[in-house]
């Protein structure tokens, strides 16, 4: 391997202090309201001039590495159900769909697409590509609300509105997990720009446990086995017999693939567990690994799929979605697409009569609208005065994580309640 990527992917204004960044996104923040100031083009209420409201949600369908094609599925059965229902204030909902292909040019066009048909948010959607789409979103004024978190960007865009933590709370609060739990811990992760940000991200949860920094091991992220990166992360952990090590394989929708290798290596090696984030590991993907994650711990943004907040979008996707086996209730894609429509939603709502356009929306959103999730997630807002002090994240709103286990084949709550992470991410070496 030659050279390194870059750690993180800010925009431009990376190398401010946390501060100075957070003042710049609020100068952004208010110079994307100023249409004619700043040359933002405003989006117009649903495009169509019928009082159709469009919104688009983007996701990576059929690739060879993360694939969230339950995303904008979600999406659209949510439509369904709010259309049958009146609407939104009277207003239909029209959802566009766009495959990103886990591409930088795809994830642009997607972004040029919303544009063009001027959606007034961009919702619930999933993309490893932010400074490719951030663009021609940002040029239009267009919010992106409810993304995945799966870059920084997503948490420094000033028209960025995050519903979770994104990767930064689920990588501090598994580190947290398991500095009270392992001894060595080593980290499997992509070979990506997106993968490249995840060591320094679990380190700062097990150093803020006492524990010493994981292992960081590259792996390909589309690989078809992964039986050498199983047997030299077991080396790794299993070094000091006197101690219980762990592996934290987080690679998408390659994790199974990788416990495939993994479980068939690890019987020549003392014991060892496992541990991942959600996201990479869910209940799905447990029941067809047999007991390989048998005893895992797993971090992850929401209550375990089988609480009962979840009952609302379970009865949406049985009404509106039944047989569609792209919908998985227990993928964290699909929940927090449900949140950020549910986030939409209450936002339009809080408009009453007046116009919907990309502008309104940022602009209640920004002056402190408060909304509530059914306890799904704290409650949110994105006023300055609601944003965290964690260091290169000045957008997060959401520092609580789940911490899940599996026993007897099933995910389920390690402990009641949330854990909030945001001290451990205010530390985070953002460098």
């Known amino acids: 391997m030659t050279g390194r990527r870059p750690t993180r992917t800010f925009l431009p204004a990376h190398h401010r202090p946390a501060k100075a960044r957070v003042l710049f996104a ?7 309201s100023l249409a004619v100031g700043c040359g933002v083009v405003p989006g117009t209420t649903g495009g169509s001039g019928d009082g159709t409201i469009t919104v688009m949600t983007w996701a990576p369908q059929d690739t060879k590495a993360t694939n969230k094609p339950g995303m904008p599925a979600m999406a659209l059965a949510y439509a369904r159900w ?58 239009a004024g267009i919010p992106y609300l409810g993304g995945y978190g799966v870059t920084d960007d997503e948490f420094t865009s000033p028209l960025s509105y995050p519903v979770n933590g994104g990767q930064p709370a689920l990588l501090a609060g598994l580190g947290q997990q398991l500095a009270a739990n392992c001894g060595p811990v080593t980290l499997v992760r992509p070979d990506t720009i997106a993968g490249d940000e995840l060591p320094v991200l679990l380190d700062s949860g097990l150093t803020a446990g006492g524990h010493s920094v994981a292992v960081d091991q590259r792996a390909a992220e589309d690989a078809t086995e992964y039986t050498n990166h199983a047997e030299q ?11 219980e090590g762990c592996v934290v394989p987080a690679l998408g929708d390659r994790t199974g693939t990788f416990m495939d290798s993994f479980r068939r290596a690890r019987e020549d090696y003392p014991t060892v567990r496992t541990a991942s984030v959600l996201g990479s590991v869910d209940q799905s993907v447990i029941d067809s690994t047999g007991n390989a994650y048998e005893g895992s711990y797993v971090t992850g943004w929401y209550p375990a799929s089988r609480d009962k907040r979840w009952k609302p979008m379970q009865d949406v996707i049985r009404q509106e979605a039944f ?17 950020a429509y549910t986030a939409l939603k209450k936002a339009i709502e809080s408009l009453g009569d007046g116009e919907v356009s990309s502008r309104t929306l940022r602009r209640t959103l920004d002056d402190g609208l408060k909304i509530t999730t059914d306890g799904l997630t704290p409650t949110l807002s994105w006023s300055f ?14 520092s609580d994580v789940s911490f899940q286990v599996v026993r007897k084949g ?17 530390t985070t070496d953002a460098s």
Request: proline share 3%; aromatic share 4%.
């Open 26 to 32: 609020g100068a952004l923040a208010a110079c994307a």
């Open 82 to 139: 709010i259309n049958a229902k009146g609407g939104i204030n009277g207003h239909k909902l029209k959802v566009l769909t766009c495959n990103d292909h886990n591409d930088t040019v795809s994830a642009a066009n997607c972004a040029r697409r919303a544009v063009d048909e001027n959606a007034v948010a961009v919702v619930g959607s999933y993309s490893q590509h932010a400074r490719s789409f951030f663009s021609p979103l940002e040029a």
């Open 233 to 243: 992360a077991l080396r790794r952990v299993t070094s000091d017999p006197t101690e």
């Open 323 to 339: 047989g569609d086996n792209r919908i998985d209730t227990a993928d964290p894609g699909v929940q927090t697409t449900w949140v």
């Open 385 to 398: 005065d609601n944003l965290t002090a964690a260091s290169g994240f000045p957008r997060l709103v959401n």
């Open 410 to 426: 099933q995910l389920v709550s390690a402990r009641k309640g949330f854990v909030n992470v945001s001290k451990v991410l205010e």
